[in-house]
């Protein structure tokens, strides 16, 4: 608290659904004190409008608003045209333990979005760690690494047990990329997320993610994203031997 007071705030936005441990310390002390929720795209776009009424920038935010509902309504429409759905299976972690998303999770709401099948469900609500054969029962035709540990692609199509695994043996094992912030989780980049997670799977679209990054980095940050740099965020080092991931640059 003593270390919070010392940064002279005018506001301070705190998590309001990880208990009242978190907030209380704070308003007892006086400290201005908004709590956000977590987990939800409309969560996401609450603290949008949120933060840009409390900044009087409130011109901005609705800008990256319509970002994001423009992108989302065209991946629904494309999507809603998809008679094959594949099944996506998506790891938050996957070097030391395994846990992955269900339902209820923003991984759950990515996948659907872009018209593929989440196969843990009906099994799985929000997120749990599960063994490795449980894993190989699923059997995904895709596999989404999170950003939280450093597991590649390459690591996780090495391990014998998966090798007759529908995701491996497509090489269609693929790591979430990481830009401001990690994508896959909840914040300002993430339409990029949704349109690299579809441009994989459904490789007959024609969607330029390039230059959705490019107009995104300059819209939101007011920043001239390089191709080199492009290439970094989306790990391009990692994925040599990934399917159809050269395709991203199309």
């Known amino acids: 608290i003593e270390q919070v007071i010392t940064l002279k705030h005018d506001i301070i936005f705190q998590w309001a659904d990880q208990g009242d441990h978190l907030i209380e310390p704070m308003r007892k002390v006086g400290l201005p004190v908004i709590g956000v929720k977590y987990g939800t795209q409309e ?9 840009g009424k409390t900044t009087a920038n409130h011109i901005k935010a609705n800008e990256i608003l319509k970002w994001h509902k423009d992108i989302k309504e065209k991946l629904s429409k494309l999507s809603s045209s998809k008679t094959t759905k594949p099944k996506i299976l998506s790891l938050q ?3 030391d333990r395994f846990r992955v998303a269900g339902n209820g999770s923003y991984d759950n709401f990515i996948i659907e979005l872009i018209g593929a099948e989440n196969p843990v469900k009906n099994d799985i609500q929000r997120f749990a760690d599960i063994s490795k054969e449980q894993l190989l029962k699923y059997n995904p035709d895709v596999i989404i690494l999170g950003n939280f540990d450093e597991q ?5 199509m090495r391990l014998e047990i998966f090798k007759n695994m529908n995701a491996v043996k497509t090489k269609q094992v693929y790591k979430l990329p990481t830009g401001g912030y990690r994508w896959g989780v909840p914040h300002i980049e993430i339409p990029l997320t949704w349109l690299w997670m579809y441009k994989l799977v459904h490789t007959e679209e024609t969607i330029n993610l390039i230059e959705e990054i490019k107009y995104s980095y300059k819209m939101l940050y007011d920043y001239e994203i390089k191709d080199e740099e492009i290439k970094q965020i989306l790990n391009f080092d990692i994925h040599k031997n990934s399917k159809n991931y050269h395709l991203l640059l199309d």
């Open 43 to 51: 969560y996401l776009e609450e603290w949008i409008e949120l933060m």
């Open 93 to 95: 972690f996957s070097k």
């Open 152 to 156: 590649t692609p390459d690591e996780l």
